[in-house]
């Protein structure tokens, strides 16, 4: 189904069998009567088709009749249980208020599952179901690049899943500021997210005495058949990341940064690209891929704003003092808070002057295959709001989610984020660290200072 931002079906093994294209049940009037054609196509179309369609990221297509009957039933339940479409957090208003959140109203489900309760009809044929394409930038000023043509390593012995990285030269003159930006796949059927991070080559890295711009070339110099490397972990293990201003999944179309605001990009700073690569079967195996990155950059923003990321558990595994999360329990929680002192010297240092508050924009949830739920909240003496909740962390399925108004943080108050994990998997205390294996409790915020 359509994703903000990334695709794939799980636990759809059951499909609907044996039905009736115009069958109604008795309480069902003919004028009340749910059909395909009227009530289910323009729902698929704009929810699902995105993905589900032919060439799509999604293991089959939903943009004809006899597909959505076929998967009626799994797709009730998905939709239901807030599987599909992919929008891992909760978009009821409890917590938070997000731009384009991808559930589903009440209404719509119960049109869903009305059609199926009512034998699936067909109603009476209209034109043919065409997914209308993701909306593109709607201006000229952009820096378009690609990635070089590549081939994954997909398949039965290495897994159907890759992230790799490719370092591009964006050829800025000077400082500039990212106000929107849009991806476009060279074959949609394989990229299953994409990220991209502009990475200072300069800057210490994560590993002692090595810049960043040494962990790269170290990092490339093990693939020199291919360009790139492998990077599970934002730029690659070792490399130190501190924005990460640009996140996409199929079906998201292009994406503004809020009126007047924007992200500083350092001309001396490399843009690196992670693209997660995913196979279905093994069709997909030996197709190549060349994706293309068009970036909205303005010379100057009214509001100079960052996309800055932490983690205390990472943090103090570098600070000499590590933290472990214990294993064999099926809930084990870590939490970590930022004030808005602490929030605001991290603008500083990026050269953005302080104010009285600051507000969240965007943020960007982030744990390993443990993960189980992630929460965030706003609290202080007058108040305790919940931010965020993700109450079914998928490892697959990660998005940078846009406040439809911002959230303030004032003076005296803290920004607070609580992970829990299932470790009952395994006996052994479950390390910090970029390896799937390992675990995070990582956090990406744009943030700008309050007018």
Same mark, same amino acid.
């Given at each position: 189904m359509k994703s903000s931002h990334f695709a794939a079906w799980v636990v759809l093994a059951a499909c609907s069998c044996g039905h009736e294209d115009d069958a109604t049940s008795d309480d069902v009037t003919p004028e009340a009567r749910i059909t395909y054609y009227d009530d289910i196509a323009p729902l698929l179309n704009e929810r699902c088709a995105t993905c589900h369609t032919e060439g799509g990221i999604?293991?089959?297509? %939903?943009?004809?009749?006899?597909?959505?009957?076929?998967?009626?039933? *799994?797709?009730? /339940?998905? +939709?239901?249980?807030?599987? /599909? *479409?992919?929008?891992?957090?909760?978009?009821?208003?409890?917590?938070?208020?997000? +731009?384009?959140? @991808? &559930? %589903?109203?009440?209404?719509? +489900?119960?049109?869903?599952?009305? &059609?199926?309760?009512?034998?699936?009809?067909?109603?009476?044929?209209?034109?043919?179901l065409t997914p209308e394409p993701p909306l593109t930038l709607d201006v000229a000023d952009t820096v378009e690049m690609s990635t070089p043509p590549t081939v994954p390593e997909l398949g039965e012995d290495v897994g159907y899943d890759e992230y790799w990285c490719f370092r591009l030269d964006a050829g800025l003159a000077q400082d500039r500021f990212l106000t929107g930006y849009d991806i476009l796949p060279g074959n949609p059927s394989l990229v299953h997210h994409v990220v991209v991070m502009p990475v200072d080559p300069t800057v210490p890295s994560l590993l002692e005495e090595a810049s960043n711009g040494e962990v790269m070339a170290a990092l490339d110099a093990q693939s020199p058949d291919r360009p790139g490397w492998p990077c599970w972990s934002l730029?690659?293990?070792?490399? #130190?990341?501190?924005?990460v201003p640009v996140s996409w999944a199929p079906g998201q179309g292009a994406v503004h940064y809020p009126e007047g605001t924007g992200v500083r990009i350092n001309a001396d700073s490399d $843009? $690196? !690209?992670? !693209?997660? #690569?995913?196979?279905?079967?093994?069709?997909?195996?030996? @197709?190549?891929?060349?994706? $293309?990155?068009? %970036?909205?950059?303005?010379?100057?923003?009214?509001?100079e704003g960052m996309f800055f990321v932490n983690d205390e558990l990472l943090n103090k595994m570098m600070s000499g003092a590590p933290e472990t999360i214990p294993g064999g329990m099926p809930s084990t929680s870590y939490r970590w808070a930022l004030t808005k002192d602490e929030i605001e010297q991290r603008l500083v240092r990026f050269g953005i002057a302080p104010s009285e508050s600051v507000e969240i924009l965007s943020i960007f949830p982030h744990m390993h295959e443990y993960g189980v739920n992630m929460q965030a909240e706003v609290s202080g003496t007058e108040r305790s709001e919940c931010i965020l909740d993700v109450p079914r962390w998928d490892f697959n399925w990660q998005f940078v989610y846009n406040y439809a108004r911002p959230v303030v943080v004032e003076a005296g108050e803290q920004f607070a984020v609580t992970c829990t994990w299932d470790t009952s998997s395994t006996t052994q205390d479950v390390n *910090?660290?970029?390896?799937?294996?390992?675990? /995070?409790?990582?956090?990406?915020?744009? !943030?700008?200072?309050? @007018?």
């Open positions: 999604a293991p089959f297509s %939903l943009t004809d009749l006899e597909a959505a009957q076929t998967w009626a039933s *799994p797709s009730l /339940m998905a +939709i239901s249980e807030r599987r /599909m *479409p992919p929008w891992g957090a909760r978009a009821d208003g409890e917590c938070g208020e997000f +731009i384009g959140a @991808q &559930w %589903l109203t009440e209404s719509e +489900i119960e049109t869903f599952a009305a &059609w199926v309760d009512g034998g699936l009809a067909a109603g009476e044929p209209g034109p043919a730029a690659g293990p070792g490399v #130190y990341v501190d924005s $843009i $690196i !690209v992670q !693209v997660h #690569y995913n196979a279905p079967d093994l069709s997909f195996v030996g @197709q190549s891929d060349e994706t $293309i990155v068009a %970036l909205q950059l303005e010379d100057q923003v009214e509001r *910090p660290g970029w390896g799937t294996e390992e675990e /995070m409790c990582f956090f990406g915020l744009f !943030v700008v200072p309050s @007018q």
